[in-house]
């Protein structure tokens, strides 16, 4: 009875965050949004109208259909909701359509599709080890772990102010992740494969996914110290799996193989055309090239080393547009920011297959394959930060290192998604709840570790710190300066290449700190 009345106080805490923070969505119905608020509505009208074998050719808007097919089936599900709305908005030429009912449907259909978030973050929480038992229930690990999730600042203002629909996505990737966790690796396998025709930008963590399954499922024994015992190989388990990713893969491509048109959607899905960075730049290793491409041109100007007449005037000047022009520096193609990201990757993947350690391996593996494409990949949003972010938070709950690489990378992670957000109604809604997610951030992991030593030296505690002089500079000191003519794109260089120094740092001491763990008998045993 006892275990009962823990069980329902644990469920009655959960869905009084899971409330709350959908109250908090409602209220931010009025808020700005994007384009990719056109865009959805765009894709809506699209499936809604046309036949299968237009939606990847259709053309009317600039935003034209580059999901993969189960998205375009999910908006397909959500238009037949949408027409009862207000049937103008599945109008293919109604570009920009923004009624109160369309703007009401979609802010809706994001909040009612989080319950796939909110069900996956309850089933991370039961993974999560609830040796800390504490008699406060904010002092749980479990009740840590679900505010930092389901109350996550990032994907409240993207999803929810920005608009997309990330909650659910990165819903079916934690429910992956729970399931693997809970040894339920078929079920992990499926939800994984459906994600990735969903968004593509998933392939990015499939080695963790591929290489943990291989080592975890098809292998099914280990040698007594830890090495692996080949001899325990399951064909019928790799058979298994291979079925699971040409059945989806099947379901999801079959209908546009068997219509001749499979290059027009691998066309929409990878479009290189785009520049190395996107409109903005997000704070990776590149937003550093570009900054030192651009301080190395002002000091060759200076010197006379460079041509004046000879160097793109954008470059100097807007600085943020798609197709940035390196003047100094060589240029940077598709095929590098490939072979840099598959380097960055391959160390992580190798502890997951010699250094197993469970779970928490695969959850490292999965954070350092995020973290290496978003600093190596091609034409990178600065969004994409949360998919490092979101199964770090998991780990945070559970070790002090962790914790204290989570609060680094979190703290500028989401304060580089600011100038998503730039208007002026929305200055004091972003900068109270980043705020309120980081104070709670560094408070709850600080007494959840108080017993060990502090989450943060010196050093980086001054590097954080930092950013709040760089967000009154940004939003306050230089509009008001001449240079805001001049040199427009100035706040957005500062954030970019401040917060890359420390998503950088994060990356590399995450990396040193799975390279150099040994592992304890008990897990080689496991």
């Not at 090495?227 to 019928?236: I, Q």
């Not at 390196?326 to 072979?339: F, R």
């Not at 560094?442 to 007494?447: A, D, G, R, V």
């Not at 917060?499 to 990356?507: D, F, K, N, Q």
């Amino acid at each position: 009875s006892a275990g009962r009345a823990m069980a329902a106080s644990g469920r009655s805490w959960f869905r009084a965050l899971a409330l709350g923070v959908s109250f908090l969505k409602c209220l931010l119905i009025p808020a700005y949004y994007s384009t990719d608020f056109e865009v959805h509505r765009n894709w809506l009208a699209i499936t809604h109208n046309l036949p299968l074998s237009q939606w990847y050719y259709e053309a009317t808007s600039e935003w034209t259909l580059d999901y993969p097919p189960f998205f375009a089936w999910f908006e397909y599900a959500l238009s037949h909701v949408a027409k009862y709305f207000d049937p103008k908005m599945l109008v293919i030429e109604n570009l920009n359509y923004t009624s109160r009912a369309t703007i009401f449907f979609q802010r809706f259909s994001v909040i009612f599709t989080d319950i796939l978030f909110i069900y996956a973050v309850r089933e991370c929480c039961r993974c999560v080890n609830g040796k800390r038992a504490a008699k406060d229930i904010l002092e749980k690990p479990t009740f840590i772990l679900a505010v930092l999730l389901l109350w996550n600042f990032g994907l409240l203002i993207v999803d929810h102010i920005h608009f997309q629909y990330n909650g659910f996505l990165f819903g079916l990737m934690l429910l992956s992740v729970a399931r693997l966790c809970q040894k339920r690796y078929l079920e992990g396998a499926l939800l994984f494969a459906v994600l990735l025709h969903f968004k593509h930008i998933y392939m990015y963590v499939a080695p963790a996914y591929g290489i943990y399954l291989l080592r975890s499922y098809c292998f099914t024994a280990n040698n007594a110290d830890g090495s692996l015992k080949w001899r325990s190989f399951s064909f019928l388990h790799v058979t298994l799996l291979g079925l699971i990713v040409c059945l989806v893969s099947a379901l999801s491509l079959g209908p546009f193989i068997v219509l001749g048109q499979l290059p027009q959607v691998i066309s929409r899905l990878f479009p290189f055309k785009r520049g190395l960075c996107h409109a903005y730049w997000a704070p990776n290793f590149w937003a550093l090239y570009n900054a030192v491409d651009k301080a190395l041109t002002i000091f060759g100007l200076k010197c006379n080393f460079l041509d004046p007449t000879k160097i793109p005037k954008a470059s100097m000047t807007g600085g943020l547009v798609q197709e940035f022009q390196h003047t100094v520096l060589p240029s940077v193609t598709p095929l590098a920011t490939l072979i840099c990201t598959f380097i960055s990757i391959l160390p992580s993947v190798f502890c997951l297959w010699f250094k197993p350690q469970g779970p928490r391996g695969f959850l490292q593996c999965l954070v350092l394959c995020a973290l290496s494409s978003f600093m190596f990949g091609w034409h990178v949003h600065e969004k994409a930060i949360l998919l490092a972010i979101l199964p770090l938070s998991l780990l945070s709950v559970q070790r002090a290192k962790d914790a204290g690489i989570y609060l680094i990378l979190t703290t500028t992670g989401h304060f580089s998604l600011f100038p998503l957000l730039f208007t002026p109604p929305e200055l004091p809604i972003k900068i109270l709840l980043m705020l309120l997610f980081t104070v709670y951030s560094f408070s709850s992991l600080k007494s959840l570790f108080r017993r060990e030593r502090p989450l943060l030296n010196w050093l980086e505690t001054i590097y954080l710190a930092q950013l709040v002089p760089l967000e009154i500079f940004c939003e306050i000191i230089f509009p008001l300066t001449p240079w805001k003519g001049h040199f427009p794109f100035v706040p957005l260089l500062l954030t970019s290449v401040y917060c890359a120094l420390g998503v950088a740092y994060a990356w590399l001491k995450l990396y040193v700190s799975v390279l150099t763990e040994r592992i304890s008998v008990r897990q080689k045993a496991e």
